[in-house]
């Protein structure tokens, strides 16, 4: 295989990143948290909301991201996450569980 055979087959490192990331699931907690937010605030600060968002959404994120490192063992033994994509796989371990994507 050639180097730029290997270049093209290697997984985009952002789409690894998305896909512990878990964006759909993880939007409607960061939704919940901002109509809590909304409901609950006296009065609407949009630099607080944009910032409550923001930190929801990458809390969200890393426990997403975690969920995953921890419970990818169980998640191949069980016949319906047996062949969902592991992101993990393509990347190290370490990488996923102990490094911010940026």
């Not at 690894?16 to 964006?23: G, Q, R, Y």
């Not at 609950?40 to 959404?57: C, F, K, R, Y």
Request: no cysteine; hydrophobic share 50%; charged share 15%.
């Amino acid at each position: 295989m050639t180097l730029l055979a290997a270049e093209a087959t290697r997984p985009n490192r952002a789409a690894l990143w998305l896909a512990l990331a878990k964006p759909r699931l993880n939007a409607l907690a960061v939704a919940t948290v901002g109509i809590g937010y909304y409901l609950g605030a006296g009065a609407l600060d949009l630099g607080v909301l944009i910032s409550v968002l923001i930190g929801s959404g990458l809390v969200a994120a890393g426990g997403a991201a975690f969920n995953q490192v921890a419970e990818r063992d169980l998640d191949a033994l069980m016949t319906r996450t047996r062949s969902r994509p592991l992101p993990w796989a393509a990347s190290r371990r370490r990488r996923a569980s102990s490094s911010p994507p940026f």
